[in-house]
């Protein structure tokens, strides 16, 4: 039962970190509602577990190295104040790391109990806090600059790339939960594992003390996960963190890979075999991380993009935090050792099991300080280089592309020329073959008017014959009937058929298929009566008509009447509008 | 999943289509009113409307494909928008085309051709926001360089609506003043279209941005 209180402690700051750190990993996928909260929650919960069960034991054993907190009432007091400071960073908005809180409650309570602190350890963890924002900076730039270039080669329809961004989410939220749980479980139950020991009989399973730790601190994470997270997912989607999906995706991976690295006992234990430094493996701050993924991007896009001031925020986060657990977990130290009588040290250890340092130990061999100080200052200039190299590669990138771009500008504004240019010969090509119509349609009329003339000529010439015929004759009778004749060829000819007839041939050329139409409406109308609809679509007047048709005006309002019978027209009706509406 | 994107893809192109086809029909309108084609006419303005109608119907159907399986919800109000936005192109070209229908301008020979001209530059701002939309579909870094043509034709309509009502006005006395005016009214209504074109592409311009990783 003691034990059970005691740990609720290291519970509260596992529910703490489930509750905030799992709004590093699915933040930007819940906030933007690319993935459900329910999924998140229960992928996150998973996979924080395994992550915790199957990786735990590396940074856990790097803590306890630190400073052994071999009593119940000393682990306890550290976890809390730990999880105190936490949330009060959090509360000011700093970039808090569950891991900086927990080295400084140990080193409080070294102080306290006047237990030696192993400085190389502590160097170690340090320098890690520096090197984890700086290789998640790496590793999101490179990453940003891969998926950036992926995606623009791709030219993939935004709706499928919609689903593959959401895969890509899920995918990289399971491994960025199972990367927590396996670095930071240390965060929350690395204090209680030197303080007790337990052995738990399931039939023919039996689980012992780290075991049921890290069980126990994974599943805080998870309800941490699964009971407040959603809030501060849906406030970092749409707030201080707002990302685009496809720019979360990118850092959820570079944050897993780097909590990966700094947890993975395989790679250590590979590294250290084939004679190359290996990476320590220390609980890293995942928002530290996620601001130092975020600052890569920022390079990567341009420098003016990097908010400076977030750099400023993670130096005092690496001072704040420690210092103040460390002055915390000491001042309530003495209070629980003295107000309320709890065994802080190791002599008062609840059983006699083994220390647990030795078991974790013995599957790792950390490297004598020198060489610790050498691999953190080899590994500082390395990303030192690193990122002189991106940076040097991206300005000639800029260069170059600003080249292309002016040339670019300069073919676009040749192909404008060239589109208007087309647009001008076009109208062109039309005006010509208006005017080419014209001068063909005045071709004709000069044609017809030549042939007129000729006609005219010969008409003038018979009769001039004619009369000089009828003056030569003596009968007076004769005489008058010959020249009567010619008076009756002369007023023919001036109804001039020819003329009226190209006129109708005009008109239709203007109205072109109204006489089909006309024809096809009204198949009782006669000849005449359709001529003298073509002249009135074609806006002549009855006093105009009157002379082309060869009848006199009055006539002209007789044929409008006997029309208006025969299509059937009301008084009010207009004729021409409903010859125009035809 | 898929399949579901498939339709939706393919109701967009399709959407993108109709537009095209819309801006067809009114450029071809407009060219058979200035040169007295009544029957084309009638045909142009016949088919348009049946293009607005269609359109319309594809940009309900997207809306609600988009929404209801939860398709891309951070851009799909912005997408959303854009259709709407060109939607407005068809239906200010079947509008156009209907007030000529309507109203039956008199037209001078001599403003034929660049009325003409004002409806093909015009047409041809709109026309280009085509490809950049679907740019912004699957190269949202290429939007920006197609888009420079909608700006481009944009200004050079404002420059020749601009010369053709001075011509109006200035060196047209024959006309009476309220001619003068119903032609001022067909050269605005001829320019809108690429001012909705120019609206398409500072929207297109902002989403492009929001997409450009």
Redesign the interface.
């Known amino acids: 039962m003691e034990f059970i209180f005691f740990i609720t402690s290291g519970l509260f700051l596992g529910w703490s970190l489930g509750a905030n750190d799992a709004a590093n990993i699915f933040g930007t996928a819940v906030g933007?509602?690319?993935v459900r909260f329910r999924t998140a929650a229960i992928i996150g919960s998973i996979f924080v577990i395994l992550g915790a069960i199957l990786q735990g034991s590396g940074t856990t054993n790097t803590l306890s190295q630190l400073g052994s907190i071999d009593a119940l009432g000393g682990a306890f007091t550290a976890a809390l104040c730990s999880a105190i400071v936490v949330t009060l960073m959090t509360w000011k908005k700093l970039p808090v790391s569950t891991g900086q809180a927990i080295v400084g409650a140990i080193i409080g309570w070294s102080f306290f109990t006047s237990t030696p602190v192993d400085y190389s350890v502590l160097t170690t963890i340090v320098g890690s806090w520096v090197t984890g924002p700086i290789l998640g900076a790496i590793f999101s730039a490179l990453l940003?600059l891969l998926?950036?270039r992926f995606?623009?080669k791709a030219?993939?329809?935004?709706?499928?790339l919609?689903?593959y961004i959401r895969l890509a989410l899920v995918v990289t939220g399971a491994f960025g939960a199972y990367s927590l749980g396996a670095n930071n479980i240390a965060n929350v139950m690395g204090v209680f594992v030197n303080s007790v020991s337990l052995t738990i009989h399931f039939g023919e399973f039996s689980f012992n003390t780290i075991q049921l730790l890290f069980f126990l601190g994974g599943i805080s994470v998870a309800l941490g996960i699964a009971t407040y997270s959603k809030k501060v997912m849906e406030t970092v989607g749409n707030g201080v963190l707002s990302l685009?999906?496809?720019?979360a995706i990118v850092v959820v991976l570079s944050q897993a890979l780097v909590l990966f690295l700094f947890s993975s006992t395989s790679l250590y234990n590979f590294l250290t075999g084939i004679g190359l430094p290996p990476i320590p493996l220390v609980p890293v701050s995942s928002t530290q991380v996620v601001v130092g993924a975020l600052i890569g991007i920022g390079f990567v896009r341009g420098v003016q993009e990097i908010r400076f001031e977030m750099l400023g925020n993670i130096a005092l986060g690496w001072l704040l935090t420690p210092l103040l657990s460390g002055v915390l977990t000491f001042i309530t130290l003495f209070f629980m050792q003295n107000v309320f009588n709890v065994a802080v040290s190791g002599h008062e250890r609840m059983t006699d099991g083994p220390a647990l340092t030795h078991e974790i130990g013995n599957i790792i061999h950390l490297p004598a300080n020198t060489d610790r100080l050498l691999t953190i200052l080899a590994i500082g200039i390395i990303l030192l280089s690193a990122l002189v190299i991106l940076l040097n590669y991206r300005k000639n990138k800029m260069k170059l592309a600003a080249q292309d771009k002016k040339l670019?500008e300069q073919i676009?504004y040749t192909?404008?020329q060239k589109?208007?240019s087309e647009?001008?010969m076009?109208?062109i090509k039309?005006?010509n073959t208006?005017l080419a119509e014209h001068l063909e349609e005045k071709r004709k009329e000069l044609v017809t008017f030549a042939l007129n003339i000729g006609e005219m000529k010969q008409f003038l010439e018979s009769l001039c014959d004619s009369i000089k015929e009828a003056d030569k004759e003596q009968n007076l009778q004769k005489k008058h009937d010959l020249l009567h004749s010619e008076v009756i060829r002369i007023k023919l000819k001036m109804s001039f058929a020819h003329e009226v007839e190209h006129i109708y041939k005009q008109a239709e050329q203007?109205h072109?298929?109204f006489v089909s139409r006309l024809t096809l409406r009204f198949p009782e109308l006669t000849e005449h009566e359709k001529r003298l609809m073509v002249l009135l679509r074609n806006g002549f007047s009855s006093k105009e008509i009157s002379p082309i048709l060869n009848i006199s005006p009055k006539s002209v309002e007789i044929s409008r009447y006997r029309l208006r019978k025969k299509l059937n027209l009301q008084k009010e009706d207009n004729l021409t509008q409903f010859i125009n509406a035809i | 999943?898929?399949a579901r994107?498939n339709k939706?893809?393919e109701l967009?192109n399709k959407f993108l289509n109709c537009v095209d086809q819309s801006l067809l029909l009114f450029k071809d309108g407009v060219?058979n009113y200035l040169?007295?084609d009544q029957?084309n006419f009638a045909s142009n303005l016949q088919s348009l409307a049946n293009s607005e109608l269609e359109s319309d119907v594809l940009r309900r159907e997207i809306e609600n494909t988009l929404y209801t399986q939860?398709?891309?919800?951070?851009?799909r109000g912005d997408?959303m928008r854009l259709l709407e936005e060109m939607d407005n192109l068809i239906d200010q070209a079947k509008k156009n085309l209907f007030q000529f229908d309507v109203e039956m301008p008199n037209i001078p020979a001599e403003l034929i051709?660049d009325l003409?001209?004002l409806t093909?530059?015009s047409t041809?701002a709109a026309e280009s926001v085509i490809p950049a939309a679907k740019s912004?579909?699957?190269?949202p870094?290429n939007v920006s360089?197609k888009i420079?043509?909608v700006y481009?034709?944009e200004k050079?309509t404002d420059l020749l609506a601009d010369v053709i009502r001075r011509k109006i006005f200035r060196e047209m006395p024959e006309l009476k003043l309220s001619e003068k005016f119903h032609l001022r009214y067909f050269t605005l209504h001829i320019e809108n279209i690429s001012d909705i074109a120019e609206k398409v592409a500072d929207l297109l311009t902002i989403m492009a941005i929001?997409?450009t990783?």
């Open positions: 933007t509602r690319m940003y998926m950036r995606i623009r030219s993939i329809h935004v709706i499928k919609d689903i685009t999906p496809e720019t670019a676009q192909d404008y589109a208007l647009i001008e076009h109208n039309m005006e208006s203007i072109s298929d | 999943m898929f994107a939706s893809i967009i060219k040169y007295r029957g939860s398709l891309m919800p951070q851009l997408i051709p003409l001209k093909q530059i041809s912004y579909f699957s190269e870094a360089e420079h043509r481009f034709f050079e929001k997409r990783v």
